[in-house]
């Protein structure tokens, strides 16, 4: 192959990979600065994941859930491809998205504890899709806050944090 028709060849592949929305944030850092993938939650309790990164794009589906975690897995200018504790993935707006820090209780009915053991006494009970401000986590426990209650919740127990993942 002659030299130049290597270079149009590598010039098509960049500008190919630079076409698809969102490709060059992924497992990168993102234009804000913060890691990709990453955990945030959602503002409103009426957000619409669209097909693809714009107003263009049709409505797939409308999340009625504020607070609810969401993955960030890409970015596209205002917009930002996520993933619910489902699987669903869909682009939303950049400014429907907070910071803050969310679980979604997963499987069956989980203890909210005292102290982060197995041993320590439940402060309450939480259902299967009940959302709690994360206020922070070590190893394998997370201290949440839902329904009115702060408590450990086991980190297998409920969706919205990286294994081994420690906030305060």
């Not at 497992?27 to 990453?38: I, K, L």
């Not at 997370?142 to 305060?168: H, L, Q, V």
Request: a positive charge; one cysteine or more.
């Amino acid at each position: 192959m002659q030299p130049r028709s290597r270079s149009i060849l590598l010039a098509m592949a960049l500008l190919a990979a630079l076409a698809a929305p969102g490709a060059w944030a992924q497992g990168r850092a993102a234009r804000d600065g913060e890691s990709m993938p990453r955990w945030q939650s959602l503002k409103s309790d009426n957000v619409n994941l669209r097909v693809g990164p714009g107003n263009q794009h049709p409505i797939e589906w409308v999340v009625k859930r504020r607070h609810l975690p969401v993955r960030v897995l890409a970015e596209s200018d205002q917009w930002r491809k996520v993933r619910d504790s489902n699987g669903t993935e869909g682009w939303i707006s950049r400014a429907l998205l907070s910071g803050a820090r969310y679980g979604v209780v997963t499987g069956e009915i989980r203890a909210l504890r005292l102290d982060p053991s197995t041993d320590a006494v439940a402060v309450a009970r939480l259902e299967p899709g009940v959302v709690g401000k994360l206020l922070e986590c070590r190893d394998a426990w997370c201290r949440m806050e839902a329904g009115g209650f702060r408590g450990w919740i086991a980190r297998a127990e409920f969706w919205g944090t990286d294994p081994g993942e420690n906030f305060r």
